[in-house]
């Protein structure tokens, strides 16, 4: 048995994008950029991908190009806009602490460069202000980049009143909204934004494709220099079964949005009230604006690591946050951006769902992990030192 609860690291691929991607693996197997017949089928099916994907984000075909991934349509979209803004003189750019390390780390290169970072901070809930985020617009910002919705902690941020504010600044807005597609109602134009990430992955497609959404007027430069695809923004064969598949997956999961969501949110409510029961644990971020698949919380007391191996060992696929920041000591920046501590931010531990999982998953995920966090408590010398007064509790 396998309870897969790890949806925003990546999810299984829908019946669906498989079938749509295997001809394209199979017989239509030609080069788009190709004159012949062959070439001509893939890049009919290239232009009815990105026109399918367009509509369901509110883009129009022209203003979407393909890449590897969220990662890289994050680089591209802020190393643009920092060109861009260079060129007028313009080297700040504004962003918040709990990004995504292809937004994090694209802005530290950036610093490298000479620019100047605002990290905006967030809320204990997760949540940025958009005052905050005003408040530290200046003359010479050339970006501000928002993530729509958190990856680890699942907060929707106010990207639609962040867009709005800095179209009546003239600043431009970049999204990574790769958590966010598929799941809850983007649209490019209503919320205001000017470049955005999606990624397929993470909405029941397949690895290695994404997509930068540049409005009409947000120049692109290129990372990939080479051939002319991508109207010669991003070089190199089209990899036409992944857009394809990209295409199938978000057009399936835009038309389910609203039963999903429902279906999520319900076992999402019910996994967090089981858990909440646990002594000494804490949800992380707001329990109203979050993502309808996703649960994390802080134990007390818990190593966050042996909490992830005992889980696996009973059939649970979880995340302790980022899948990025697995194998690395430090806790999750997101975690020490709410204000959690080191001790209690390495005990964390992310749940998130899909629309297969199934109610009985979910009452057998509670009692696993009461079990096991009661476990690891029972042999931990901190836990002893808690209870016997040693040590005062921080969660309480
Ligand atoms: C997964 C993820 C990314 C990276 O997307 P890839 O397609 O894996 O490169 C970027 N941002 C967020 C918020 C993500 O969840």
């Given at each position: 048995?396998?309870?897969?609860?790890d949806?925003?690291?990546?999810?299984?691929?829908s019946?669906?994008?498989?079938?749509?991607?295997?001809?394209?693996?199979?017989?239509?197997?030609?080069?788009?950029?190709?004159?012949?017949?062959?070439?001509?089928?893939?890049?009919?099916?290239?232009?009815?991908?990105?026109?399918?994907?367009?509509?369901?984000?509110?883009?129009?075909?022209?203003?979407?190009?393909?890449?590897?991934?969220?990662?890289?349509?994050?680089n591209?979209?802020?190393?643009?806009?920092?060109?861009?803004?260079?060129?007028?003189?313009?080297?700040?750019?504004?962003?918040t602490?709990i990004?995504?390390?292809?937004?994090?780390?694209?802005?530290?290169?950036?610093?490298?460069?000479?620019?100047?970072?605002?990290?905006?901070p967030?809320?204990?809930?997760?949540?940025?202000?958009?005052?905050?985020?005003?408040?530290?617009?200046?003359?010479?910002?050339?970006?501000?980049?928002?993530m729509?919705?958190?990856?680890?902690i699942?907060?929707?941020?106010?990207?639609?009143?962040?867009?709005?504010?800095?179209?009546?600044k003239?600043?431009?807005?970049?999204?990574?909204a790769v958590?966010?597609?598929?799941?809850?109602?983007?649209?490019?134009?209503?919320?205001?934004?000017?470049?955005?990430s999606?990624?397929?992955?993470?909405?029941?497609?397949?690895?290695?494709?994404?997509?930068?959404?540049?409005?009409?007027?947000?120049?692109?430069?290129?990372?990939?220099?080479?051939?002319?695809?991508?109207?010669?923004?991003?070089?190199?064969?089209?990899?036409i079964?992944?857009?394809?598949?990209?295409?199938?997956?978000?057009?399936?999961?835009?038309?389910?949005?609203?039963?999903?969501?429902?279906?999520?949110?319900?076992?999402?409510?019910?996994?967090?009230?089981?858990?909440?029961?646990?002594?000494?644990?804490?949800?992380?971020?707001?329990?109203?604006h979050?993502?309808?698949?996703?649960?994390?919380f802080?134990?007390e007391?818990?190593?966050?690591?042996?909490?992830?191996l005992?889980?696996?060992?009973?059939?649970?696929?979880?995340?302790s946050?980022?899948?990025c920041?697995?194998?690395?000591?430090?806790p999750?920046?997101?975690l020490?951006?709410?204000?959690?501590?080191?001790?209690i931010?390495?005990?964390?531990?992310?749940?998130?769902?899909?629309?297969?999982?199934?109610?009985?998953?979910?009452?057998?995920?509670?009692?696993?992990?009461?079990?096991?966090?009661?476990?690891?408590?029972?042999?931990?010398?901190?836990?002893?030192?808690?209870?016997?007064?040693?040590?005062?509790?921080?969660?309480?």
């Amino acid at each position: 048995m396998q309870i897969y609860l790890d949806n925003a690291a990546t999810t299984k691929m829908s019946k669906t994008a498989i079938a749509a991607m295997l001809p394209y693996l199979d017989v239509v197997y030609g080069n788009p950029s190709s004159l012949h017949s062959a070439g001509q089928a893939a890049a009919e099916a290239l232009a009815d991908a990105r026109a399918r994907i367009a509509a369901c984000i509110g883009a129009a075909p022209n203003e979407i190009y393909f890449t590897s991934g969220g990662s890289e349509a994050d680089n591209q979209a802020i190393l643009s806009a920092a060109k861009n803004g260079a060129r007028k003189g313009k080297k700040h750019v504004v962003s918040t602490s709990i990004e995504h390390h292809a937004v994090l780390h694209t802005l530290k290169k950036l610093q490298k460069e000479g620019f100047e970072v605002t990290l905006v901070p967030v809320g204990e809930n997760g949540i940025v202000n958009v005052n905050d985020v005003k408040n530290a617009l200046r003359e010479d910002t050339c970006l501000v980049t928002v993530m729509y919705a958190n990856n680890e902690i699942g907060t929707i941020q106010p990207v639609r009143e962040i867009g709005a504010l800095c179209r009546e600044k003239g600043i431009p807005f970049h999204t990574d909204a790769v958590q966010a597609v598929g799941h809850l109602p983007v649209h490019v134009q209503a919320d205001n934004i000017d470049a955005l990430s999606l990624s397929a992955h993470k909405f029941h497609g397949p690895k290695g494709v994404g997509v930068l959404y540049a409005r009409k007027g947000f120049l692109l430069s290129n990372l990939i220099e080479g051939g002319a695809q991508e109207r010669g923004k991003r070089a190199g064969t089209e990899n036409i079964p992944a857009i394809v598949g990209c295409a199938a997956a978000l057009e399936e999961a835009c038309s389910h949005m609203a039963e999903n969501a429902k279906k999520l949110s319900a076992l999402r409510d019910k996994l967090i009230d089981g858990l909440a029961q646990i002594p000494h644990s804490v949800l992380n971020g707001d329990r109203e604006h979050r993502l309808p698949g996703n649960v994390n919380f802080c134990f007390e007391g818990i190593e966050g690591e042996s909490l992830l191996l005992l889980l696996d060992d009973k059939g649970i696929c979880a995340s302790s946050g980022s899948a990025c920041t697995s194998g690395s000591l430090d806790p999750s920046h997101v975690l020490l951006a709410i204000g959690r501590v080191h001790d209690i931010a390495h005990g964390s531990l992310r749940l998130s769902l899909s629309e297969e999982n199934t109610e009985a998953e979910i009452e057998y995920t509670i009692q696993a992990v009461k079990e096991v966090v009661e476990y690891l408590r029972g042999i931990s010398p901190v836990w002893r030192d808690l209870l016997n007064g040693k040590r005062e509790f921080i969660i309480k």
